[in-house]
């Protein structure tokens, strides 16, 4: 569609935005939504699944958490009391001797007026579907009239009757936030298709289950949420804004997911660095993405992703508040319940209510009145008024990544990573549209057997050394001051002047540079990359990039195809090359 030079923006956003799904998928939540639209839905990324398999699991990760070794628990003391010298607060143990208040604790069942944040009233997910006489299926199984094509994973969920009960019959499965406030008493299991920034796959949760809860998630949001039927889906096209900490593998996967399950008519793969920095109205700029269990760093030149400055972090919003459940234990201000955050969600919904409505990063001690909730077995959920105390410290842990332990997952099976159909020897020589190879991956590191490097370092460190990786003192200089945080974690409060001050510390005192700057983000930086990657598939007017789902099911990746669609990096590649055309 030709546009005249007089557009109004708004307009071209409203027409060409109208059928364009862009999908944001991370460890923890899923932003997804129309182009046209300004914000996304943000959606818990996981599936609670009605089990019969015993000893019951509540949730399927939790045969792989790790406990804390001793070693790790002495380095999270060490590290407490660095951050404590920093913060100008009481070391772990040091008594306060003349403190201005006791510690006390006192059970609420009931809301409190006297306190000045509201709270919805908590209740269990109702697990039952819900009756409809004279029929099996419930309004929502109905088809559209016309409609022979309903998603199949939709249909056969939803009609199962659970033996002996003709009244009333289990959900075969729960998804979003709802999955995540089950009572633990109820058959469910919770499984999180995407866990640090890659697929969960391990040998409790086969390939298989993984891409199928991955496929029921995105399909009941576009259904429930969107309501894009799967008849008309075809008339849609996607948009992936994918983490930089995806392989080819799982990349390839969510394609075909997209184009095969999905039956969306075209797709594209966008990286959520390049993303976020159209989705700020920016060229060039060092995104720092601190999101709930991955923070990752790259630097973005002109329009053009540096895949040389990656660098990805275990950590992320998460850790940050099971790290600020040890502190309040350590210093016997949580109440005397059993809080998990592992095997009871809910718990982790909880905690991270508290951390983003009391952490912060200043100097000095602080501290807050809260109302912390108990979800016990087979009790009604319960409220506990409680004092909590160096609210600082958790998010410090960002930079002092021992404060936080982030637990550790075993990778999945080598198999996994050998990916068979990538073809890297013909990627480097293709030509793109706008003539010759495309330099910009020609320093991309070749893929191996093996998961990404994850760096075990700060996140003052990290953005440091990925500005260094550039190589060019200008260019440095320039992403020094264009630095950009997005995603969850990035809105603690006093985070912008704490990573300016630290970064600032970390340069080596050898490099001539001497001003640091973090950009204030122009919207909310949980949605920086869903938002930027609307603009680029509304801009792209030609659409040379664009991946069709006949092409993709038909030919693939395989060998002499018309348009050969191979690795991620060709992918990405391709995704990019209308830039320059």
């Known amino acids: 569609m030709d546009y005249p030079k007089t557009a109004v923006p708004t307009n071209i956003f409203t027409e060409r935005g109208s059928n364009i799904v862009v999908i944001n998928p991370g460890s923890a939540n899923i932003r997804i939504g129309l182009a046209q639209h300004d914000t996304p839905f943000n959606i818990p990324h996981c599936i609670s699944r009605r089990t ?3 000893p019951k699991r509540n949730a399927q990760d939790q045969m792989l958490n790790s406990q804390v070794t001793t070693a790790q628990h002495m380095e999270r003391e060490r590290a407490y009391d660095i951050v404590a010298s920093l913060l100008r607060i ?10 201005s ?14 306190n000045n944040m509201k709270e919805p009233v908590f209740t269990w997910t109702d697990v039952f579907e819900k009756n409809v006489p004279h029929s099996s299926t419930t309004a929502e199984d109905v088809p559209s009239e016309g409609d022979t094509s309903e998603s199949p994973t939709l249909k056969e969920s939803k009609i199962k009757v659970e033996p002996n009960s003709s009244e009333r019959k289990y959900r075969e499965y729960i ?3 709802e999955a995540l406030r089950i009572s633990p ?3 469910y299991c919770l499984r999180r298709p995407i866990r640090r920034g890659h697929l969960n796959v391990s040998q409790y949760y086969p390939t298989q289950q993984v891409l199928e809860d991955l496929h029921t998630i995105w399909e009941w949001i576009l259904v429930e949420k969107l309501h894009i039927s799967h008849r008309e889906r075809s008339m849609y096209s996607a948009i992936l804004v994918i983490p930089e900490t995806f392989d080819n593998r799982e990349i390839k996967e969510m394609l075909s997911i997209v184009l095969r399950d999905l039956r969306f008519g075209s797709a594209v793969v966008h990286q959520e660095g390049l993303a976020a920095v159209f989705g700020n109205g920016l060229s060039t700029a060092c995104i720092v993405n601190m999101g709930a269990q991955v923070t990752s760093v790259i630097c973005v030149e002109d329009g053009v992703v540096l895949p ?3 660098i990805s972090l275990r950590f992320g919003g998460e850790d940050i508040s099971r790290c600020l459940l040890w502190t309040q234990r350590h210093h016997q201000t949580w109440p005397p319940i059993r809080t998990d955050a592992l095997s009871k969600p809910v718990d982790l919904l909880m905690l991270n209510r508290l951390k983003e409505s009391y952490c912060q990063i200043k100097e000095g001690e602080v501290e807050a009145v809260a109302m912390v909730h108990s ?9 506990h008024k409680t004092r909590l105390t160096a609210l600082n410290v958790p998010p410090m842990g960002l930079f002092y990544p021992m404060l936080l332990v982030p637990d550790v997952y075993p990778p999945p099976p080598r198999s996994w990573f050998n990916d068979y159909d990538d073809m890297l020897e013909d990627t480097w020589h293709m030509d793109f549209p706008g003539g010759g190879a495309y330099p910009m991956w020609e320093s991309y590191p070749v893929f191996q ?5 994850e760096d075990i370092i700060g996140l003052a460190e990290a953005i440091t050394k990925s500005i260094l990786l550039t190589g060019r003192i200008e260019l440095q200089r320039k992403l020094f001051c264009s630095m950009q945080l997005i995603g969850g974690a990035a809105s603690i409060y006093g985070l912008i002047p704490a990573v300016e001050e630290r970064v600032l510390h970390a340069i080596p005192s050898h490099e001539a540079i001497d001003t640091v700057e973090v950009l204030q983000s122009r919207t909310n930086p949980a949605f920086v990359s869903w938002k930027g990657g609307a603009i680029l598939g509304i801009l792209d007017i030609s659409r040379e990039a664009w991946i069709h789902r006949e092409d993709w099911i038909k030919n693939g990746i395989h060998i002499g195809s018309g348009r050969k669609y191979k690795d991620s990096c060709y992918l990405q590649a391709q995704a990019m090359c209308y830039l320059n055309s």
Not at 90 to 98: G, K, S, W
Not at 375 to 383: A, K, L, R, V
Not at 449 to 453: I, N, S, V
């Open 90 to 99: 009481p070391f772990l143990d040091e008594e306060v001797a003349n403190s």
């Open 375 to 383: 979800y016990e077995d087979g009790m009604q959920p319960g409220s």
């Open 185 to 187: 008493t109820e058959p």
């Open 449 to 453: 057997t093996k998961p990404k490097k």
């Open 308 to 310: 040389t400055t990656q």
């Open 175 to 177: 998804c979003g936030e």
């Open 52 to 54: 019969s398999q015993l």
């Open 101 to 114: 208040y006791p510690r006390k604790m006192g059970r609420v069942d009931a809301y409190s007026p006297q």
